[in-house]
């Protein structure tokens, strides 16, 4: 028998895109209870919070670039929406979306 395409059974899953109120931002302290500080694209630093939906499913770390909602009524706050792997960084930066100096500026 033989073996199956692993390449054609993986579907290419939808990237999710920053939309208003939204931005992408890189982790920079863990300051434990939940709470990060990051770095957003729009050079302001937030203080996020992981929602209890994604608590124990998001594991991050520091460098990590992750896409946040900020809060209408507090706009220096943020809650983690996703966390972009490795490729997912990279389909971003293929299409324009972030710009691969950005992300290294922001990590480094």
Known sequence: MPKKDRAQEAPSRDVPKPEE??????????LGGDHLIVLCMDGKERLARIPGKIRKKMWMREGDVVLVGIWDFQPNRCDILYKYGNDEIKRLVNENIISREVIDQLRG
């Open 21 to 30: 109120g939204q931005t992408i931002c890189v982790v920079k302290k863990m």
